[in-house]
Every structure is written in C-alpha cells, then in structure tokens.
C-alpha cells in the first residue's frame, strides 16, 4: 500500500472518530458558566462535575494567582509585543530564576512545551543522530520530531516502556549514529504510568551515545519536592549527564507556559539564541507571566505537600473505589491520570454521552489517541473534586455500563463482593 493511500484510510478513521464524538455531543462543547469554582462546568444547559481538567493542585483560582495577574496588567499593560530575540520583558528572568530553584539546572521558559518541543529537538539534533520514540510519547513530541526527520534523520518508534527493545535499538544503531536520542513522557498523558527513570538512567551510563529527552508535562508540580516532577523524583535528584527535560506550567502550575530545563549552561544557550520558535513565536504576555511567578513561589514555600497529600487522597479514593467495583485503572500508579480501559470502541462513544447525562463529564480516549482497542475513559483527578464527587462518577460508569452492555449483549468486569459505601453528595 502507497503511502498516500495509508495517510488516506488515516484521515478517514480520524474524521469517522471526530464525527461520532460531536454526534454523542462529547467534544467541541463551550461552558455556560458566568463564573467557575474548578469543581463544575455548565454545558448544554446543564452543570456537570468536571473530571477533564488537568488543573491538578487546583491553583488557577487560587487569589494570589489572580492579584498578580491584576497587577501585572495595572503596571505593563496586556501584552508587551517584541520577540524575545531582541527584548525580553523582565518577569522572564525572574521567573526562569525561580524555576531554576526548583530544578538546580538551567531553565528556559517557553510560551507552551509545544513550542518548546519545535525550539529544542531541531536545534540538539544533529543530522547524524537517530531518534527513538516510546509509542505512546505525546504527540507534541512527535511532531516536532517530523521536523529533523525532514532534514533525513532517522527517527523510528518503540514499543511503549519496552526497554529491551530500546537497548537492542541502541546496541544496533550506535556504530553508525553519533548520538542516540530516546523521547519519552515523565507522566503519560492518556494511560496515567510512568516511564522508569531509574533504568533509563542505568542504560544511559551503560551507553554514552544515548541522551534522553523526557517531557514530564503531566508529571510537575503535583509531585516531587517543590513541585518538580513525576520522572525527577524517581532519580531522587540525581541529574544523568545527557538528560534534556521539559514540563509545563498550563496544566497543574495553574497559569501558562513550557519549562525547558537543560543539563548545563551551553546547551540552554545554543537554544535560547537559535531555537526557531525562541525567535518567531510571541511571547507569554505580562499577566500570565506575574501569575506563574506566584504559582512557583507557592511551589516553594511550605504549603505544597499539604496541596499534594489532598490531591493523593482523591487518587487513592478513585483506585480503591474502581477496584471495588471491576473498573481496575490500567495503571495502579498514584497519579491523578485515570484510565479505564472499555476496549469497545461504540461502547465509549455511548457510555460517555449516557454519563454526561447524569452530570458527569469526563474524556473519551479513542482513536487516534489510543488505539481501538484500548478505547477507555480517561479522568483527571483534582483538588477541586471531592472524595464524594469520585465515588459517585465511578458508581454512574459501572451503572451505565451495565445498562449499554446489556443492550449491546456484551461481557463487562465483575465488582468485589463488597463495593466501598457510596457517598452522598
């Protein structure tokens, strides 16, 4: 089969996707809301309890966030328009200097980890290197790869979190590479796992051709100590030479941008001065800026482990209430990504479109975020919800799911004889 006629079937399978979402009136959908208070969101005339905000400390409402951002509109005004190739507003340097008490490394702020991913991978990737992708990298990732491999680097994909397989990759491909990039996430974005950092890191010392990039978009703030992240906390610290890291700001930080953490001072600025998108993107504007500032002086202080014990308590009330009923997560891991595999592609289009009817509103994963396989329900916990609010989504899936599949005569996981009692709202 040609190319064009795999992109072809591709397109067609994406657009048959995105229509039977906007049939079941699950995406492209607008809030009603005056005001919002994290917890709800009012669509279609309705008020559901959100469980697709990635927001996970909850901190977008938090008052210091907003006084900053006032503030910083009162004194700058709304944006301060010039790239930052010539004049960079002041706020940056106090901002990157923040961060970079949170990750002791040298840091570049970029105005999203996208743009981040198209300033960094073009630029670090030489024309004789390889790329390797684990399979389920965030598409952010992916693309920017797409643009060395159109300058004719190889890029090529594994299995997901399949080690041996990288090994053999490397093992195979440095004779002929001068370097050897692994891309992976920190936090996985659909499925809610980890990569494993730590035997990252032992085939990082065991091969000096292989340099990782590790986008722990998912993972910072809500873990780690000062909020550093879900892949740092597992290398306790220990920073591997020929390790590239980004995050960002515009999930659990509660505010905007892409943090571009680097091993050492060179590397931050060869970006810095010819990163593409460092030079012809604009910039975070002033009130944005002010508001992550405060977010990461948050990060800093003391309150933050009592921010991250509330949100743990939310994640263990989904695990144990999903086990109970048979909707065990396809990952166990304590991360307030949830995913509950269905592995039937009708069944996710109805079941989230009957739950939304009940109040609930949370994300389809199909096609082509997931294979059709794995199609499931992906929910993001936050501090927003309650312990209430979780348990009573979990109970309206296993009731909903029960009634479609019934209807549909297909097979569903049995509960435990003895379900957790449900909360009142």
């Known amino acids: 089969m040609s190319g ?7 397109f067609e399978a994406v657009k048959t996707t995105v229509e039977k979402a906007l049939n079941a ?46 503030d910083a509109v009162d004194r700058f005004g709304t944006q301060f328009s010039s790239s930052r190739s010539y004049v960079s507003l002041g706020l940056y340097e106090e901002l990157e200097g923040l961060l970079g008490e949170i990750f002791h490394k040298p840091v570049i702020v970029a105005p999203t980890t996208t743009l981040g991913h198209m300033s960094m991978i073009p630029v670090l990737v030489g024309d004789n290197d390889v790329v390797i992708l684990d399979h389920q990298v965030h598409a952010s990732v992916n693309m920017a790869s797409q643009l060395v491999r ?12 399949n080690l041996d397989m990288l090994e053999q990759k490397i093992q195979l491909l440095q004779e002929k590479h001068d370097k050897i990039w692994y891309m992976a996430d920190g936090l996985y974005s659909m499925f809610g796992d980890g990569a494993p950092m730590q035997e990252l890191k032992a085939l990082h010392d065991k091969y000096d051709k292989l340099h990782l990039y590790i986008d722990d978009a998912h993972g910072v703030s809500w873990h780690g100590l000062h909020g550093r992240g879900y892949a740092l906390e597992q290398l306790q610290g220990e920073w591997p030479e020929r390790m590239y890291f980004t995050g960002s700001m515009a999930k659990s930080f509660g505010c905007v ?45 003391s309150e933050l482990p009592a921010l991250h014990s509330r ?49 609930f509103y949370m994300n389809l994963a199909a096609f082509p975020s997931v294979p059709y396989k794995d199609t499931g329900l992906r929910f993001t916990l936050n501090n927003h919800q309650t312990e209430a609010d979780i348990q009573n989504v979990l109970y309206t899936v296993r009731d909903q799911w029960e009634k479609l599949a019934k209807d549909m005569n297909i097979a569903m996981p049995e509960p435990m004889e003895t379900a957790p009692t449900r909360i009142a709202v």
């Open 4 to 10: 064009s006629s795999r992109n072809q079937q591709y």
């Open 25 to 70: 009136g699950i995406i492209h959908l607008s809030t009603e809301d005056e005001q919002f208070d994290g917890r709800t969101i009012k669509l279609d005339g309705q008020s559901h309890v959100n469980f697709s905000s990635c927001s996970y400390l909850g901190l977008e409402l938090d008052p210091r966030l907003k006084a900053a951002a006032r």
């Open 150 to 161: 159109a300058r004719g680097v190889k890029v090529e994909v594994i299995r997901h979190n």
């Open 257 to 301: 941008g892409g943090i571009l953490v680097f091993p050492n001072e060179e590397a931050r600025q060869i970006v810095r001065g010819w990163g593409g998108t460092m030079i012809f993107s604009g910039p975070i504007q002033p009130p944005l800026l002010a508001a992550a500032i405060a977010s990461v002086r948050i990060h800093l202080s």
């Open 311 to 359: 949100l743990k308590r939310r994640i263990k009330t989904f695990n144990e209430t999903a086990v109970a009923l048979g909707l065990t997560p396809t990952s166990m891991e304590m991360t307030p990504i949830r995913f509950i595999k269905l592995g039937n592609y009708d069944l996710g289009f109805k079941l989230v479109e009957e739950i939304k009817k009940q109040g």
